[in-house]
T-cell receptor, first 115, second 115 residues
């Protein structure tokens, strides 16, 4: 069964550094998402992306975050100047085209640790 | 702002029992509700999606119900097995229209099935 794949599985970065998290959505999907889960807390929506632009973003997704689909397969989340509170598990998800009542499919996540 | 609550936070039962996990949400204007399973250190696996016009969905030993007007959903697991041990998450897709479809998650129910 097709899967959403995320790399790396674990990223350790110094505070203030830039980090890029990578995702390969399922090939025929057209809607892409990033979520994060701080340890012990709820999964939180960050951003959704469709037709090469952001379609929705949460209040968490401020100017230090950006997303990009640089080619036909990858979907990336960039954090420009990382802070300690950015430490979390980051999940990428994708959804097939068509009616909105299609489930989102999640990757296994990237654990981001900011030192 | 939509809030999703899951009760209980944790549950431990002997193998073979039938059990019910509860989810409530504060804003009934949803498009759909999705139940996920999360294993430790892994991503989210979609179990069932119920559209706002539906009352229930079934998949194998799992049955999810939705009472949209009262803001409640239940996940029923029949004949539980040790392999069902995981955290179960409930998430709603808000009915805000357009392409926006970020999910709002509950904190989950951590389920342990004792052999």
């Amino acid at each position: 069964e097709p899967e959403v794949t995320q790399t790396p599985s674990h990223q350790v970065t110094q505070m203030g550094q830039e980090v890029i998290l990578r995702c390969v959505p399922i090939s025929n999907h057209l809607y892409f998402y990033w979520y994060r889960q701080i340890l012990g807390q709820k999964v939180e929506f960050l951003v959704s992306f469709y037709n090469n632009e952001i379609s929705e973003k949460s209040e968490i997704f401020d100017d230090q975050f950006s997303v990009e689909r640089p080619d036909g397969s990858n979907f990336t989340l960039k954090i420009r100047s990382t802070k300690l509170e950015d430490s979390a598990m980051y999940f990428c998800a994708s959804r097939p085209p068509g009616r909105i009542n299609q489930p989102q499919h999640f990757g296994d996540g990237t654990r981001l640790s900011i030192l | 702002k939509q809030e999703v609550t899951q009760i209980p936070a944790a549950l431990s039962v002997p193998e073979g029992e039938n059990l019910v996990l509860n989810c409530s949400f504060t804003d009934s204007a949803i498009y759909n509700l999705q139940w996920f399973r999360q294993d430790p250190g892994k991503g989210l696996t979609s179990l069932l999606l119920i559209q706002s016009s539906q009352r229930e969905q079934t998949s194998g030993r799992l049955n999810a119900s939705l009472d949209k007007s009262s803001g409640r959903s239940t996940l029923y697991i029949a004949a539980s097995q040790p392999g069902d041990s995981a955290t179960y998450l409930c998430a709603v897709r808000q009915g805000s229209g357009g392409g926006a479809d970020g999910l709002t998650f509950g904190k989950g129910t951590h389920l342990i099935i004792q052999p």
